[in-house]
Every structure is written in structure tokens, then in C-alpha cells.
């Protein structure tokens, strides 16, 4: 099931600085760059990753704010045609290299704007991960606490309630009350 991801947003006034360049840096600055990086993880003894948009570009998932992002298109009068089936994505080798490194020795935790359960995909453990805006393939109810972890992407981005009914059975087998589930929200 594809999601029609800029129809599934909410109504946002405030975007930011939209249809900024993409940075490209030579080699030679990218390779100094990533030297230093590098120098500082092996150093640290806990890191945290914020995770946005940009991580996801390379799986084909549009950011917002880019040259051609959702929100840049839409600022200009264009209809972004973006229609993504989220579960065929894959998580990019920035996902599968954050993953490395939460299984080596050092303390790492990922905080991360992006609801494409990409991070989970690329094997990064929900208890090491907080996904702010929720998750596409996610439901949480709001009566039990339950977690639905999906095989498809729900109908809504944003923490909405999805209309779904929850199934979990209480000790004495008898349904949840049946209320919605709530998008994912994690604590």
C-alpha cells in the first residue's frame, strides 16, 4: 500500500527556510571531515544521533525543505507527486552504519524526526531509539498501552488516531474497550 506522503501531513504555518542548496563537499574536505568525526566517536563513551529527513533521502524518501522537498514544492504552487510505498524503502547505509556502531562497545541512542521505520528496519533496537512524530507502521492504544508493530504503513502521519480497534484480551478474556489505537506515541 503506497501512503501519499504529503497528503497524510498536517497543515504546518511555519516551515522554516525552504529550497536550500544541497552542500557538496570536495573529497579531499569529506575525507578531513569524516577523519574528524571519527576521531571524536572513538573518544566518546555515549553518543546520541538526531536523525532527520536527510538520513532517508538515499532510500527515496523526500525530505521537506530541500530543493525539491514536499514543503519547497508546495510553497511554489506545485502538488508534490510523491506517492512512496514505505514498505518496500530500505534503510540507507547511514541507518546500517549507525546500527554498527550500537553494537560495538559504546553507548549509542538515536533520536529521530523521521516516521519511515527505517531506523528499526536497519536493525536498531526500539529501546535505543525515539521517534518523535511517531511511526507510520506503529499503533499504540490509548486505553491498554499496546504496541502494533505493522506490516504496512497506517493511514496517518502525526500521532492521529488511526480509527483501528484494539484486540489485546485482559485476564478475564475480554476485549480491550475497543478504543482506537493512537499512532504511535513513544515515551
Avoid at 23 to 46: G, P
Wanted: hydrophobic residues 30%; positive net charge; proline residues 4%.
Amino acid at each position: 500500500m503506497a501512503l501519499n506522503y504529503a497528503a497524510a501531513l498536517s497543515k504546518y504555518p511555519d516551515k522554516g527556510v525552504l529550497g536550500s542548496e544541497e552542500i557538496f563537499e570536495s573529497i579531499d574536505k569529506l575525507e578531513e571531515k569524516s577523519s574528524i568525526l571519527a576521531d571524536e566517536i572513538k573518544s566518546a563513551n555515549r553518543i546520541v544521533f538526531i536523525t532527520g529527513a536527510g538520513i532517508s533521502t538515499s532510500s527515496g524518501i523526500p525530505d521537506f525543505r530541500g530543493p525539491n522537498g514536499v514543503w519547497t514544492l508546495e510553497e511554489i504552487g506545485c502538488k508534490p507527486s510523491v506517492d512512496i510505498d514505505f514498505r518496500h524503502a530500505t534503510p540507507s547505509f547511514t541507518h546500517y552504519a549507525i546500527h554498527s556502531l550500537m553494537k560495538s562497545e559504546k553507548h549509542c541512542f538515536v533520536i529521530s524526526q523521521n516516521v519511515d521505520n527505517l531506523h528499526l528496519r536497519s536493525g536498531i533496537p526500539k529501546g535505543r531509539l525515539s521517534e518523535v512524530h511517531g511511526n507510520i507502521f506503529t499503533e499504540k492504544c490509548l486505553t491498554c498501552g499496546k504496541e502494533y508493530l505493522r506490516g504496512f504503513p497506517t493511514k496517518s502521519i502525526g500521532h492521529k488516531k488511526t480509527g483501528k480497534l484494539c484486540t489485546t484480551r485482559k485476564n478475564s478474556n475480554r476485549r480491550c474497550r475497543f478504543k482506537p489505537c493512537l499512532f504511535c506515541l513513544r515515551k
